[in-house]
């Protein structure tokens, strides 16, 4: 099997000054707190200006596994996500998020369209926010987790 | 099979549904959410056999069906119709699961080690009857360890497979638009392994269960051990139009590995996984795909009969459609029946000396 790159859980969004890469800032925008980026998003649409909506909708997206004994790939089940693409101020930005929330998947689109023209400081400062929280939360259960680890001794 | 147009059942059909429903009074979502935050076991169970994940909507079609697992799942399958596929995500890998718990039964020292996760395996039954007499239940707080599990894990079959435990067959990448899709084409047999996996994961709980447990008892080929047995959470990883791969949030999927000594002289694998979280299905899935190979023609654990008889919404609505009318089959069978006693036993024939 192929060992994919993983990327690193809970060293990114470390240091304020550094910005996130496309990647690492998607996932951070799909998992953010809907209201807070709902905000933030508000706060950089007169920025951008006229937005085109491409696609505002909810979808399905069937979600591949990869089986451990053979190494076939086969489908799991289709997840229901909402999407958004739009064009504003020369560029383009594209939400996708698990569940129906077509508002949430269209913050992260404006927030993608305007981080694409540049990521100021607020917008990677709400970028530095949330990845901590979310890092806090993973950290949270994986204690919790780590908790039930069996300490075995055999007789 | 005969079928017969009849009328005169439009105001019965009407008021029926009307009986059925208002037994289950107003639905309001803050029914849904009740069910939803309440019984994360039985929604993680609809929306596997469903194949569609959305827990508001498994905790709508439960509301609506009454707790009717079958009734829930037709509804989910239904209204998954409605929704154009958007994408196929980039395959989930086992190492790659946001794990939660992670156990083998067969190797005690598995590489990174037994993790419980939660679990009622070491729990006592008991039934707290003082919640009916007004003392709420309150679960004790998880003491959490000073330091995070990994969100990570290591594959157990890949470690058996460098160890040269279990064979190690070469694969050959498949792009994801090019993965077997049941939902698309029609369960043939010898059935793609794809076709087969992904029928495990919608195949209804129960029986899965009834066959597997027949194959644990003796009517199969192979006993399993719990090689591997998983609760994580999936990245749905999707691709950005700039190319771009991100994850969109993540899903709860199940994942067990079971394993026998083959006859090769090294240890064989069953596999299943599905949407949320399902251990009874998963153990018996993948006990199932174990057992599969060489199965006798019509034993339980032959691939053909258990595909066909675990898909929940073909089998429960074969089930429930013989409580439609069916009179004039019936009918024949009547008059059959009745022609054979009105018609006099023939005379014995005369005995013919030879």
């Known amino acids: 099997m192929a060992p994919r790159k993983v990327p690193p859980m809970f060293d990114q969004g470390s240091d304020p000054a550094q910005p996130f890469d496309h990647a690492r800032l998607l996932d951070v925008l799909a998992r953010a707190d809907a209201d807070r980026l709902a905000t933030l998003a508000e706060g950089l649409l007169t920025a951008l200006g006229p937005v085109e909506v491409v696609q505002s909708r909810t979808g399905l997206v069937m979600l591949p596994m990869r089986d451990t004994v053979q190494g076939t790939d086969f489908h799991l089940g289709e997840v229901l996500v909402a999407e958004a693409h739009i064009r504003a101020a020369g560029t383009e930005g594209y939400g996708m998020v698990v569940g129906r929330d077509l508002n949430r998947a269209m913050a992260m689109a404006v927030v993608d369209a305007a981080a694409s023209l540049g990521q100021t400081p607020q917008i990677r400062a709400f970028l530095h926010h949330e990845a901590t929280a979310q890092a806090a939360t993973d950290t949270a259960r994986l204690r919790e987790v780590e908790a039930t680890r069996v300490d075995m001794e055999t007789f | ?354």
């Not at chain 2, 289950?24 to 469903?50: C, T």
């Not at chain 2, 447990?213 to 047995?229: D, I, K």
């Not at chain 2, 054979?340 to 000396?353: L, S």
């Open chain 2, 1 to 354: 099979m005969a079928y017969v147009a009849t009328r005169g059942g439009e105001r019965a059909i009407e008021q029926s549904e009307r009986l059925y429903r208002a037994e289950l009074g107003q639905i309001d979502a803050a029914r849904v959410a009740e069910i939803r935050h309440a019984l994360p076991m039985l929604i993680d169970r609809v929306m596997g056999e469903a194949s569609l994940y959305e827990p508001d909507l498994a905790a709508l079609a439960l509301a609506q069906a009454g707790g009717d697992l079958y009734e829930a799942v037709l509804l989910l399958r239904a209204w998954r119709t409605t929704q154009p596929r958007l994408t196929i995500a980039q395959p989930v890998l086992q190492d790659q699961l946001f794990t939660l718990r992670r156990i083998s039964a067969a190797f005690k020292d598995i590489p990174g080690g037994q993790i419980l996760g939660p679990s009622l395996d070491y729990a006592h039954r008991l039934l707290a009857t003082g919640v009916l007499q007004g003392r709420p239940y309150v679960p004790a707080a998880v003491q959490p360890a000073a330091t995070p599990a990994p969100a990570r894990q290591p594959s157990l079959a890949a470690w058996q497979k460098a160890q040269g435990l279990v064979a190690d067959p070469a694969r050959a990448d498949v792009a994801p638009d090019d993965i077997p899709d049941l939902t698309r084409e029609p369960l043939l047999f010898p059935a793609a392994r794809a076709h087969t996996l992904q029928s495990l994961a919608r195949a209804d709980t129960g029986g899965m269960l009834a066959l597997g447990y027949s194959a644990m008892r003796g009517y199969g080929n192979a006993h399993p051990t719990v090689n591997e047995l998983r609760l994580a959470e999936a990245d749905v990883r999707v691709r950005h139009p700039g190319g771009t791969v991100f994850s969109a949030g993540r899903v709860k999927v199940s994942q067990a590995e079971v394993t026998s000594k083959g006859k090769s002289g090294l240890l064989e694998l069953g596999f299943c996984a599905t949407l949320g979280w399902n251990e009874v299905k998963v153990i018996s899935g993948a006990t199932l795909d174990l057992n599969a190979p060489g199965a006798a023609k019509g034993s339980p654990v032959e691939e053909e009969f258990f595909l066909y008889h675990t898909e929940p919404v073909e089998a429960s609505g074969f089930c429930i459609h013989f409580k439609l009318p069916h009179y004039v089959t019936f009918q024949s069978s009547l008059d059959a029946l009745r022609g054979a006693k009105a018609v006099p036993a023939p005379h014995e024939p005369e005995k013919v000396p030879a």
